[in-house]
Nanobody
Framework: QVQLVESGGGLVQAGGSLRLSCAASGRTINNLGMAWFRQHPGKEREFVAAINRNGGRLYADSVLGRFTISRDNAKNTAYLQMNSLQAEDTAIYYC?????????????????WGQGTQVTVSS
């Protein structure tokens, strides 16, 4: 079993930056695929970024060039660096992990989820 805890969310002005962290416990993330999803009010959860166990990355088109996903296996933590934030990035951000080690865009392929952290971008 893996427990995921997100942190780093908050309120930021448009054009600003935030770095989200996802701290894992219960199991090493070395062989896990890690991902970030987000959910806007009243909408379904959507894919943001994913990283496989070897460091290969996937991004949603809406964040490509602005967000960077990374992982530090020694710290058992994944990160999402978010730059040039826009009002449309306001959402609850969730960290997810999957046992296959792949990078996946599909929420249903992830086995473990965090509780989420709120990101609010003021325009």
């Amino acid at each position: 079993q893996v427990q995921l805890v997100e942190s780093g969310g908050g309120l930021v002005q448009a054009g600003g930056s935030l770095r989200l962290s996802c701290a894992a416990s219960g199991r090493t993330i070395n062989n896990l695929g890690m991902a970030w999803f987000r959910q806007h009010p009243g909408k379904e959860r959507e894919f943001v970024a994913a990283i496989n166990r070897n460091g290969g990355r996937l991004y949603a088109d809406s964040v490509l060039g602005r967000f960077t996903i990374s992982r530090d296996n020694a710290k058992n933590t994944a990160y999402l660096q978010m730059n040039s934030l826009q009002a449309e990035d306001t959402a609850i951000y969730y960290c997810a992990a999957q046992g296959s080690g792949w990078a996946s865009r599909l929420a249903g392929e992830h086995d473990y989820w965090g509780q989420g952290t709120q990101v609010t971008v003021s325009s």
